[in-house]
T-cell receptor, first 115, second 112 residues
Framework: AQSVTQPDIHITVSEGASLELRCNYS??????LFWYVQSPGQGLQLLLK??????LVQGIKGFEAEFKRSQSSFNLRKPSVHWSDAAEYFC?????????????FGKGTKLSVKP | DGGITQSPKYLFRKEGQNVTLSCEQN?????MYWYRQDPGQGLRLIYY???????QKGDIAEGYSVSREKKESFPLTVTSAQKNPTAFYLC???????????FGPGTRLTVT
């Protein structure tokens, strides 16, 4: 069964500093990988996704993520954090070619931004 | 505007009552999903439907029921058999070729 681990429950960074959120997955084949962001009391918004090809993917709001098969990781990065980036971030894995398109989510990393 | 709507935003019920959460999408998506979110637990799949008149149980289906009579609608009923129904419920949909799930704004259910 597929699984996702987000090792950091809560991260605090200063505005303007760089950010890296960690995500490790467990899946037997090449997975579909996603990062979503959630503001308090809201739904989830897709930041970026990896299906195949270039292992460095660009997303919305200046985020990027790199797929590293050897490390089973898909870490999310941003070079300069803005106060509006404070939210909860979820990594998710889906089965490549799976018929249901079901996703398995990590437990999330809450990001706080210091002024 | 295309999207997913969930209503109501907040819902309060007494213990022992069934309650139905609404989810409607106008994205023409075939697949729809219901998730439950508890603090620190991420999202857990309750039910999903790939096509009208068909649905499957997810990881935590006990105490919940769904129907899919129309492509646009996938209501979730939280029954009195659900032992801990207080949670944030999220509905999502996915097109047949995109593999991206789009989420609604969620419904916060409180049962006392």
């Amino acid at each position: 069964a597929q699984s996702v681990t987000q090792p950091d429950i809560h991260i605090t960074v200063s505005e303007g500093a760089s950010l890296e959120l960690r995500c490790n997955y467990s899946y037997g084949a090449t997975p579909y990988l996603f990062w979503y962001v959630q503001s308090p009391g809201q739904g989830l918004q897709l930041l970026l996704k990896y299906f195949s090809g270039d292992t460095l993917v660009q997303g919305i709001k200046g985020f990027e993520a790199e797929f590293k098969r050897s490390q089973s990781s898909f870490n999310l990065r941003k070079p300069s954090v803005h106060w509006s980036d404070a939210a909860e971030y979820f990594c998710a894995v889906g089965a490549n070619g799976g018929s249901q398109g079901n996703l398995t989510f990590g437990k999330g990393t809450k990001l706080s931004v210091k002024p | 505007d295309g999207g997913i709507t969930q209503s109501p935003k907040y819902l309060f019920r007494k213990e022992g009552q069934n309650v139905t959460l609404s989810c409607e999408q106008n994205l023409n998506h075939d697949a729809m999903y219901w998730y439950r979110q508890d603090p620190g637990q991420g999202l857990r799949l309750i039910y999903y439907s790939q096509i009208v008149n068909d649905f499957q149980k997810g990881d935590i289906a006990e105490g919940y029921s769904v129907s899919r009579e129309k492509k646009e609608s996938f209501p979730l009923t939280v029954t009195s058999a659900q032992k801990n129904p207080t949670a944030f419920y999220l509905c999502a949909s996915m097109g047949s070729s995109s593999y991206e799930q789009y989420f609604g704004p969620g419904t916060r259910l409180t049962v006392t």
